[in-house]
């Protein structure tokens, strides 16, 4: 399974991004049924996690530092998970990393990842 994540770019500070990814695999095999997150690393810094969605969207989770002003949100027929990102803050500029998780949950730990996308940068001037 490839993860390809989209949408990052220069924002000032109060604007909104949102972020894609696109999830894609030989003979069909999809993340339909697993858990997806987002992830965010800023230089000199750990990977910390940011949202996760359940395998049908039924369920989210979000850091306490986005709460209120990120969401999460898929389209498992599209094999997609999305980041809508306002009131963004010169804190939040980081790469962000979209991840399918091992099982049909999502979770703040990282290691229950096992594909992860490239990294989209997202820059907020203050």
């Known amino acids: 399974v490839q993860l390809q994540a989209s949408g990052g770019g220069l924002v000032q500070a109060g604007g909104s991004l949102r972020l894609s990814c696109a999830a894609s695999g030989r003979s069909g095999r999809t993340v339909s049924n697993n858990g997806l997150g987002w992830f965010r690393q800023a230089p000199g810094k750990e990977r910390e996690f940011v949202a996760g969605i359940n395998w049908n969207g039924g369920n989210t989770l979000l850091a306490d530092s986005v709460r209120g002003r990120f969401t999460i949100s898929r389209d498992r027929a599209k094999n997609m998970v999305f980041l809508q990102m306002n009131s963004l803050k010169p804190e939040d500029t980081a790469a962000y990393y979209c991840?399918?998780?091992?099982?049909?949950?999502?979770?703040?730990?990282?290691?229950?990842?096992?594909?992860w996308g490239q990294g989209t940068q997202v820059t907020v001037s203050s």
């Open positions: 991840a399918a998780s091992r099982s049909a949950y999502s979770n703040r730990d990282p290691s229950n990842y096992n594909y």
